[in-house]
């Protein structure tokens, strides 16, 4: 019974219940919103700038790589038949968020500010769809 | 005035090696998260630390020995193992954390791969704990660490509404989007940080090697009781500052680069370059004293030779535990295994093992044989009977919050 139990769980891709979906889904866009609100305050800084060394290079760097963490977690996952309506808003919400954060770390390492502001603009309305995204996951409870 | 000078000096030590990785990473998220809610718990953490600091470093006095030295003695070799056991795994993980924890500060100034840094800051630590004078290595990188007073200074320019941080403080309110689950993990993760097990081995094994006596006990406790609170202090600045400036973006701390984020926005380039100075001192600093502590704890439960102020042939063993020490911590960390991951899990783990390190102190402090006149009195022993039934709820509730939570998500 434990083996079936194990082996029905570790199957690829993982299948969670709508519950389990929705909760995974939670917390990829609330890790998503933090690392895109990080991104914006240190291009902010950049350009202000308020940083020594290389400090906001890797700042981002983090934020980037957690911000691809978060959204790959979502999108490797199989969604339940209830949560197929809302998916591809979803990933794609996820995806564009952590692509803007990547263009954000490309323009301040090249140190070129007018890509930078725009940059910081783009992760603005990012920050704006997750907060929706946030929001509607949150009333479908 | 060379007293004076010697009690001063001690003291910002004592304040300025007070924070590490730990510390930075835990007040850092609770500050982001739950803003000075859980502030009770630092002071909560620092007065149990002090009273266990000053018990064991009363014990170092009063016998010239140590506390694993005594605990064995005690305690049987069998208990003592257990209490072995459980303080060098703790430990070990916690010295991880904290070459961890230095790589990630230089990585901030450089762009280097922590993980390429690793190695090189491991030798150098191994380098110090090797060659370097204990009184130098403490007086030096503990008064670095106090270059983390920049905290207090970027919270104060930050400008915050100090009514909404006092009601938080005292109304310990939980905000509305957090469960009584997550409140309750970080609220052990913060006790297990600011009551690490290593801080009691290293003030003690340091009270030794410095040849405390009772002449010494004030300026010791001088050390703990202001020295100590003073440290706490930073602590709060770390989570006051994620607060104001994080918070309120909903921003959680998974990364070092952003626990120094609110010290440029308040004080800019200035202010962020004396804050990685004090990251690279408390951290640095802690994984001397981590090293130290494991080579300590082992040496002492077997008897042998053991300190910096004994020759290196002389103390052959201990030296070897200290290299073991270092490349396993080396090793650990070239797997890629993340050092903020390291420190989460070792705050936790801190406090489950906690009782194994406290109880056995308030064992041996309470013997006439060992202490004489010095044996603890009533205040002693009611505070740490107080904070053996905390750390007891601690350690049992540690394990099944972090399941609970996901570690705290």
């Not at chain 1, 070129?112 to 509607?136: G, I, K, Y």
């Not at chain 2, 266990?52 to 009063?62: H, I, K, L, P, Y």
């Not at chain 2, 104001?244 to 959680?252: K, Q, R």
């Amino acid at each position: 019974m434990v083996a079936v139990v194990v082996a029905v769980s570790g199957c690829r891709p993982s299948a969670p219940d709508a519950k389990g979906w929705q909760s995974s889904a939670e917390q990829a866009v609330s890790d998503m919103v933090s690392e895109v609100a990080t991104s914006r305050l240190t291009v902010r800084q950049a350009l202000r700038h308020r940083f020594v060394g290389r400090y906001e290079v890797v700042t981002l760097t983090y934020a980037e790589e957690a911000a691809r963490k978060a959204a790959d977690g979502v999108s490797s996952l199989q969604p339940p038949p209830s949560a197929r309506p809302g998916y591809d808003e979803l990933t794609a919400g996820l995806t564009d968020a952590a692509d803007a954060i990547s263009r954000a770390r490309v323009a301040v390492t090249d140190r070129d500010a007018q890509t930078a502001r725009t940059s910081a603009s783009a992760l603005t309305r990012e920050l704006a769809r997750l907060h929706r995204l946030q929001d509607r996951l949150r009333a479908a409870r | 005035m060379k007293k004076v000078f010697a009690v001063a000096l001690g003291i910002l030590t004592a304040i300025g090696g007070f924070v590490d990785i730990g510390d930075l990473v835990t007040n850092a998220q609770v500050g982001a998260r739950f803003g000075l809610s859980l502030a009770w718990v630092v002071i909560v953490g620092v007065v149990g630390i002090c009273v266990f600091a000053e018990m064991s470093g009363r014990v170092a006095a009063v016998s010239g020995r140590a506390v694993f030295d005594l605990v064995r003695e005690r305690l049987g070799p069998r208990v003592g193992m257990v209490n072995l056991f459980g303080s060098m795994a703790v430990t070990l993980l916690t010295f991880v954390a904290e070459i961890g924890g230095v790589a990630l500060s230089l990585e901030l100034v450089s762009s280097v791969n922590e993980v390429l840094l690793v190695p090189f800051v491991a030798f150098l630590v191994w380098a110090v704990l090797w060659r370097a004078r204990f009184s130098v290595m403490e007086n030096v990188l503990g008064l670095l660490g106090l270059s983390l007073v920049v905290f207090v200074v970027a919270l104060w320019k930050l400008g915050p509404d100090w009514s909404q941080l006092a009601h938080q403080w005292v109304t310990a309110a939980k905000p509305g989007d957090e469960t009584w689950w997550t409140w309750s993990y970080y609220a052990v993760a913060l006790f297990g940080a600011a009551m690490t097990p290593y801080e009691v081995f290293f003030f003690s094994s340091g009270g030794v090697e410095e040849k405390w006596t009772t002449e010494e006990m004030g300026t010791m406790r001088t050390n703990v009781f202001v020295g100590f609170p003073l440290g706490g202090i930073l602590s709060l600045a770390i989570a006051g500052c994620a607060g104001v400036a994080l918070g309120p973006l909903s921003i959680t701390v998974d990364s070092l680069g952003q626990v120094g984020l609110p010290v440029a926005i308040a004080l800019g380039k200035l202010g962020l370059a004396v804050a990685i100075v004090g990251f690279v001192a408390a951290t640095f600093g802690a994984a001397c004293e981590t090293g130290l502590s494991a080579g300590y704890s082992i040496a002492q439960y077997f008897g042998w030779q053991w300190g910096k102020l004994v020759r290196p042939d002389a103390a052959g063993k201990f030296h070897l535990v200290l290299v073991l020490s270092t490349v396993l911590a080396t090793g650990v960390l070239m797997t890629t295994v993340d050092p903020i991951l390291v420190t989460e899990v070792s705050v936790v783990f801190s406090a489950v093992a906690l009782p194994l390190t406290y109880f056995p102190i308030l064992v041996v402090a309470n013997d006439h044989d060992y202490m004489g006149k010095h044996v603890n009195g009533r205040l002693a022993n009611s505070l740490g009977m107080f904070y053996l039934v905390v750390i007891v709820v601690a350690a049992t509730a540690a394990i099944p919050l972090m399941v609970v939570t996901g570690m705290g998500s």
